[in-house]
């Protein structure tokens, strides 16, 4: 299963190249955000994360129920974040 989990962002790494770094859940990982390239996230901003792209800005009110939400998944979840923590796009 794959799923889109929250993730907020820390910083913009390299503005040129679209990517910045996200932390889900504890674990932080250079992702693209360039499908947002029209409405650039800033730091301390959510996003909607999958297979290392951000997919949407979400507010964090929304990104924190889905945390919540996604966390009841138990495996899947955890799956997930395991992934998530030893994947690279770089």
């Known amino acids: 299963m794959c799923l889109g989990i929250p993730g907020r962002i820390v910083e913009i790494t390299d ?8 932390e ?10 360039r499908l ?11 996003v909607l ?3 290392g792209f951000a997919m ?3 507010d964090e009110t929304e990104a924190l129920l889905t945390l919540a939400a996604v966390k009841h998944l138990g495996e899947a979840y955890s799956d997930e974040i395991q992934a998530f923590d030893s994947s690279s796009i770089i």
């Open 36 to 46: 947002l390239a029209n409405d650039m996230p800033e730091p301390d901003e959510w």
């Open 15 to 22: 503005a040129t190249n679209c990517l910045a770094k996200v």
């Open 24 to 33: 889900v859940s504890g674990v932080r990982r250079i992702i693209s955000v």
């Open 56 to 58: 949407a800005k979400i």
């Open 49 to 51: 994360v999958h297979v």
